[in-house]
């Protein structure tokens, strides 16, 4: 359908949902990051990357002079695997603020985690998914496709997103939770074969060059899912995101989202859609319809520039809507103004790569090796502190909440996964006066602030 016909009214949005787009507990709040050094000339253009190239390559820059042209990581430099460093216990018995411990397994550069309770689930350039426990590998379960760019979790159910455009679905073993099955891949053999059969189901992906609309193209770099409706939503590099019925592993819809890759999908409960892409874009999407008949209408551009996107997040209440840039920014939007841009966060050298967000903290992790942590008074966003550590950029940041604190205090735990090839597990304290003190740990970090903006893109 033309944009003109599919767009429809920002007031009409506002209108529809009578709360804020609650955020999914199980979205992916990393991106596997892709950029581009200019949008393509041609489809052609856009199609000669590879797919076995690494997401961190410079040539996918968006910007000429971007920071991450000048990343100090070194692939060459030997990792020495962090000792176990402990922040303490306070009186209650919680770890202190700061580093906990490193998990190092020397399979090549972490790309995705997901926690849930005390389990951990790391994907790498290897085919193993691994699942850690109080620090130590509990299990693994192998797929036959290594890069695994994204992990999502939903249930006993664990999905994933790979660099050969397929979605693997896993379940964990009742009565023996190390054993894991795979049990479907999406798009399903026979629904290949199906489709395959219609001419009418192939569409364009470059020029003389078709493909099944049912299938990625190309790498998919994130998913995000909304278990109310039983929707998996997955982006890739192919400039699509699909959306798919997790019951019966059927795609129910394919959008054209961008015009070059797209590094973020995030899904909300009030049925809005946010897409983040290397051609500097910050799409909004509102869900209409059930089943085959469902359709994603575009019906907002938040941000449109010449840098990167290549992170999304949305508060769990979804007030404000976080997007992360390869200039080192992150900007955000504030759903009770009518999704209008509230400002910018600036507390990075190099790009941002992932975001992640817990009650009225942000976490920010760049190509810089640091991840910062921004805690949020209204709509003021300070940088409480910046964790340091990591000897490559941090690629995947998740967070949990320490075992036995209370939802309004107590310890976040937040796992950082990098190209160093290693995850560290962090305590941040939810008293402020606890994280400025870690803040005064780390005296080589960079200086942060929040500049309020009222520009609109």
């Given at each position: 359908?033309?944009?003109?016909?599919?767009?429809?009214?920002?007031?009409?949005?506002?209108?529809?949902?009578?709360?804020?787009?609650?955020?999914?507990?199980?979205?992916?709040?990393?991106?596997?990051?892709?950029?581009?050094?200019?949008?393509?000339?041609?489809?052609?253009?856009?199609?000669?990357?590879?797919?076995?190239?690494?997401?961190?390559?410079?040539?996918?820059?968006?910007?000429?002079?971007?920071?991450?042209?000048?990343?100090?990581?070194?692939?060459?430099?030997?990792?020495?695997?962090?000792?176990?460093?402990?922040?303490?216990?306070?009186?209650?018995?919680?770890?202190?603020?700061?580093?906990?411990?490193?998990?190092?397994?020397?399979?090549?550069?972490?790309?995705?985690?997901?926690?849930?309770?005390?389990?951990?689930?790391?994907?790498?350039?290897?085919?193993?998914?691994?699942?850690?426990?109080?620090?130590?590998?509990?299990?693994?379960?192998?797929?036959?496709?290594?890069?695994?760019?994204?992990?999502?979790?939903?249930?006993?159910?664990?999905?994933?997103?790979?660099?050969?455009?397929?979605?693997?679905?896993?379940?964990?073993?009742?009565?023996?939770?190390?054993?894991?099955?795979?049990?479907?891949?999406?798009?399903?053999?026979?629904?290949?074969?199906?489709?395959?059969?219609?001419?009418?189901?192939?569409?364009?992906?470059?020029?003389?060059?078709?493909?099944?609309?049912?299938?990625?193209?190309?790498?998919?770099?994130?998913?995000?899912?909304?278990?109310?409706?039983?929707?998996?939503?997955?982006?890739?590099?192919?400039?699509?995101?699909?959306?798919?019925?997790?019951?019966?592993?059927?795609?129910?819809?394919?959008?054209?989202?961008?015009?070059?890759?797209?590094?973020?999908?995030?899904?909300?409960?009030?049925?809005?859609?946010?897409?983040?892409?290397?051609?500097?874009?910050?799409?909004?999407?509102?869900?209409?319809?059930?089943?085959?008949?469902?359709?994603?209408?575009?019906?907002?551009?938040?941000?449109?520039?010449?840098?990167?996107?290549?992170?999304?997040?949305?508060?769990?209440?979804?007030?404000?809507?976080?997007?992360?840039?390869?200039?080192?920014?992150?900007?955000?939007?504030?759903?009770?103004?009518?999704?209008?841009?509230?400002?910018?966060?600036?507390?990075?050298?190099?790009?941002?790569?992932?975001?992640?967000?817990?009650?009225?903290?942000?976490?920010?992790?760049?190509?810089?090796?640091?991840?910062?942590?921004?805690?949020?008074?209204?709509?003021?966003?300070?940088?409480?502190?910046?964790?340091?550590?990591?000897?490559?950029?941090?690629?995947?940041?998740?967070?949990?909440?320490?075992?036995?604190?209370?939802?309004?205090?107590?310890?976040?735990?937040?796992?950082?996964?990098?190209?160093?090839?290693?995850?560290?597990?962090?305590?941040?304290?939810?008293?402020?006066?606890?994280?400025?003190?870690?803040?005064?740990?780390?005296p080589g970090s960079v200086k942060c602030d929040s500049k309020p903006s009222s520009t609109r893109y």
């Amino acid at each position: 359908m033309p944009e003109d016909e599919s767009r429809i009214t920002m007031s009409s949005l506002r209108n529809t949902p009578s709360l804020p787009p609650k955020i999914s507990n199980n979205a992916v709040h990393n991106s596997d990051l892709s950029l581009s050094t200019n949008l393509p000339a041609s489809d052609d253009d856009f199609n000669s990357r590879s797919s076995n190239v690494s997401a961190y390559e410079p040539n996918r820059m968006s910007c000429e002079a971007s920071p991450m042209m000048m990343s100090p990581w070194n692939q060459t430099s030997p990792f020495q695997p962090s000792p176990w460093v402990s922040g303490g216990v306070d009186s209650s018995g919680h770890h202190k603020s700061g580093l906990v411990g490193s998990l190092v397994r020397e399979e090549g550069h972490i790309y995705s985690l997901a926690a849930t309770g005390d389990l951990l689930y790391t994907g790498s350039d290897s085919k193993n998914i691994r699942v850690w426990k109080n620090l130590k590998e509990f299990t693994a379960f192998k797929s036959n496709s290594g890069l695994v760019k994204a992990i999502i979790l939903s249930g006993d159910k664990i999905f994933t997103g790979h660099q050969d455009g397929r979605v693997r679905v896993w379940k964990k073993n009742r009565k023996d939770a190390k054993k894991h099955k795979r049990v479907g891949t999406f798009p399903t053999f026979i629904d290949i074969i199906k489709t395959s059969m219609r001419p009418k189901n192939y569409v364009e992906v470059k020029r003389k060059c078709t493909s099944l609309w049912i299938k990625h193209c190309d790498a998919i770099s994130c998913l995000s899912i909304d278990e109310e409706e039983g929707l998996l939503y997955s982006a890739s590099w192919d400039r699509t995101f699909k959306v798919w019925q997790t019951s019966n592993s059927k795609c129910l819809e394919s959008v054209k989202a961008h015009d070059d890759s797209v590094n973020s999908v995030i899904s909300t409960k009030s049925g809005l859609v946010f897409t983040g892409s290397a051609d500097g874009s910050v799409k909004v999407w509102k869900r209409e319809g059930q089943g085959k008949s469902m359709k994603h209408l575009h019906v907002e551009t938040l941000l449109n520039q010449e840098c990167a996107v290549t992170a999304l997040a949305v508060s769990k209440d979804g007030s404000f809507v976080y997007c992360g840039l390869s200039d080192g920014t992150v900007n955000f939007w504030e759903w009770e103004k009518q999704l209008s841009h509230g400002g910018f966060l600036k507390g990075h050298k190099l790009a941002v790569l992932c975001l992640a967000s817990a009650g009225k903290f942000l976490f920010s992790g760049s190509a810089d090796k640091t991840i910062c942590v921004w805690k949020r008074e209204g709509n003021i966003h300070n940088c409480m502190s910046v964790l340091t550590g990591h000897n490559g950029p941090v690629k995947c940041v998740a967070v949990g909440r320490e075992e036995g604190s209370s939802s309004g205090e107590g310890n976040l735990v937040v796992y950082s996964g990098s190209l160093d090839k290693s995850v560290k597990v962090w305590n941040v304290s939810e008293k402020s006066s606890d994280v400025q003190q870690a803040a005064l740990m780390h005296p080589g970090s960079v200086k942060c602030d929040s500049k309020p903006s009222s520009t609109r893109y």
